[in-house]
């Protein structure tokens, strides 16, 4: 440990009953590419949020061309859902062992694809099917962006990833909102929801592009390209049947080991990300005859303001993450979890509190939902050690949070659709 200076300490895991002491190799150079690594496997995963996160925040464009087909429930169950199937897929026939490029490519390829469909197209079920197919591209490119985090001890660089999350939401919904005041201002003859949509979907592609040139410059680091190579000769040599002695001391652990070692952060990343799912951004959206939210245009102010506050706050608590998470146990992240049970209160009294209250528990149930959700992928259980276990469990705690969207956004789904709330 004398050996790390005081920044890199600033960057790692010092939570000691609950993380692996971090001890890098004295060979790397970690620490002199530490911003080029971190910026990169930041932006990468912004922008495979930006696609998700593109589709959730064109709620006046849903309610506007296609008002009785309830696309705010329905997307976000097909995007959740196929998100937790596919990785699930992924982890039982072991796609993540052919490497990270095959699967980060084609994602972002993917991605532009759809933003060229759905501006040719305006149709419902070409809509759904954007929506999963976004889910399934997600889990195919966001999973590889976790395990190329989680290939360093440094705890720094999975909140890197976490960060882009919170980033991608709060920066599309302001994108968004920025384009639909530009384009009201142009008068231009074609729709103006229609033409913000369009606009909205070619930045995406543009980022896409970005993305896979950074993405290639990052596996160029030569850190990350060390342990890349690492671990793909790591998978060659278990698929050709050789003994593999990780690291000479730890023997590789089952994903049904990791799990009983990480069952309390698998349920806190889970049950987060459901009740965050289970209320936004459907439910208090209809929290529109009451206040100043029941005035004209109440689904064109949903974004900016549901969904931007939930994405501030979500942002706040990632970035917050790294400075306190020390402070998080995980009997701590536990509770804390449970706590936000209360906030499905927004579900039975959004139409009758103040719009701003509504407001201030959104930004609460945003922040409290990055700073866990962050926090219990950032410490690891000491139990885990060695860089392919440490990239197994990531694959894992993915895992936790796509049922927790998947669960969450269904059964918001049978709320609405049932007419409970």
């Not at 000691?16 to 496997?41: F, M, N």
């Not at 008002?67 to 859902?81: C, I, R, Y």
């Not at 029941?294 to 549901?306: L, M, V």
């Not at 060695?386 to 956004?409: D, W």
Request: glycine share 6%.
């Amino acid at each position: 440990m004398d050996c790390l200076n005081r920044k890199e300490k600033d960057n790692v895991q010092i939570n000691a009953v609950d993380v692996v002491p971090i001890i890098e190799d004295s060979t790397d150079d970690t620490s002199q590419h530490h911003k080029g690594i971190y910026w990169r496997l930041l932006f990468l995963n912004l922008v495979v949020l930006w696609a998700y996160q593109s589709l959730i925040s064109a709620q006046n464009y849903y309610s506007k061309f296609f008002p009785n087909d309830h696309l705010d429930f329905w997307g976000t169950v097909s995007a959740g859902s196929s998100m937790f199937f596919l990785h699930i897929i992924q982890l039982y026939f072991g796609v993540y062992k052919y490497g990270f490029t095959k699967r980060v490519i084609p994602g972002f390829i993917g991605y532009i694809i759809i933003a060229i469909l759905v501006m040719a197209f305006k149709n419902k079920i070409i809509l759904i099917i954007a929506f999963a197919s976004v889910g399934g591209i997600n889990t195919i490119t966001e999973s590889p962006i976790y395990g190329i985090a989680g290939l360093f001890t440094t705890g720094s660089f999975t909140q890197a990833v976490q960060v882009g999350n919170g980033m991608a939401g709060f920066l599309n919904v302001t994108a968004n909102t920025i384009i639909r005041l530009i384009v009201l201002l142009v008068h231009s003859k074609i729709d103006q929801d229609q033409l913000s949509f369009y606009i909205f979907m070619s930045v995406l592609i543009v980022l896409c592009f970005i993305a896979i040139y950074v993405y290639y410059s990052l596996i160029k680091i030569p850190p990350v390209n060390m342990r890349i190579s690492q671990q793909i000769a790591l998978f060659q040599r278990e698929k050709s049947g050789e003994t593999v002695e990780l690291h000479l001391v730890e023997n590789e652990l089952s994903f049904w080991t990791l799990t009983k070692i990480l069952k309390t952060h698998l349920f806190v990343q889970f049950y987060v990300l459901f009740i965050s799912l289970l209320l936004w951004p459907g439910i208090p959206c209809g929290a529109s005859n009451n206040g100043w939210f029941k005035y004209g245009g109440n689904h064109w102010w949903c974004s900016p303001f549901i969904i931007g506050t939930f994405n501030l706050g979500d942002l706040i608590g990632r970035t917050l993450a790294v400075k306190v998470h020390q402070y998080f146990s995980s009997k701590t992240c536990l509770f804390s979890a449970i706590l936000r049970t209360f906030l499905i209160l927004i579900i039975f009294y959004r139409h009758h509190i103040d719009n701003i209250f509504l407001l201030c528990m959104i930004l609460l149930m945003g922040m409290t939902n990055g700073l866990l959700a962050t926090v219990t992928f950032m410490v690891r259980p000491e139990k885990i050690a060695g860089v392919n276990n440490c990239e197994r469990a990531a694959y894992l705690m993915t895992a936790a949070l796509y049922f927790g969207i998947a669960s969450g956004s269904i059964f918001a789904a049978i709320l609405a659709l049932t007419h409970l709330v």
